[in-house]
């Protein structure tokens, strides 16, 4: 499971740097690697982005509980011994 998360959070990284691309100069790279340009899709541009999408919903639900948990720990009443 560690390396599916791995994986995952590598994925996301990747799709969170492209969008970083896109809004500070409008270059998508991924549009630019795999079809004929920005705004633009080809069938391996549209499974690429599906991917780093199932990777940031995968995240979700992997991290999700592990947040929900520490948060539990971080407030938790101190007991009196």
Known sequence: MRA??????????IGALNWLLVGLFGFDLVATLFASG??????????????IGVAGLWLIFALLPQVITSEHREYAPVRAR
């Open 4 to 13: 599916i998360n791995t994986i995952a959070l590598i994925l996301a990284i």
């Open 38 to 51: 920005f705004g633009t899709l080809s069938l391996i541009s549209r499974i690429i982005y599906a991917v």
